[in-house]
């Protein structure tokens, strides 16, 4: 069951139990083709309470909606759905970098 959008608490606890049990990183995932992402204050959250790498994913479309992840806390984003919309254009994906970087 996913863990909704506005229970910070829910999600939080489940980012330090994934920590304490030795997990390696956190994937964030909204869902393939979301229409809405990963909330920036979830990310904020657990990135409060964790060390761990966070991963987040699900219905990022734009360069500027992957910044806002990296800025949130995310350590990586997945832009499946960004490049699916564009046809895997190369640009696009230099762009992302770009934008994630500044």
Do not use: Q, W
């Given at each position: 069951?996913?863990?909704?959008r506005?229970k ?8 330090i139990?994934a920590?304490l ?9 909204a869902?393939?083709?979301a229409?809405l ?24 479309r ?5 910044r806002?992840?990296v800025?949130?806390?995310a350590t990586c984003v997945?832009c499946?759905?960004?490049?699916e919309?564009?046809?895997?254009n190369?640009?696009?994906m230099k ?8």
């Open positions: 069951k996913p863990i909704p506005e910070l608490d829910i999600a939080v606890a489940h980012a139990a920590e049990l030795g997990f390696k990183m956190i994937y964030l995932e869902g393939s083709g229409k992402t990963v909330p920036n204050r979830m990310i904020e959250a657990i990135r409060t309470y964790t060390s761990l790498p966070i991963i987040v994913g699900g219905g990022i734009t360069a500027d909606e992957a806002e992840k800025r949130a806390g997945v499946g759905t960004l490049f919309d564009n046809n895997y190369f640009e696009t762009e992302i970098a770009t934008t994630v970087k500044s």
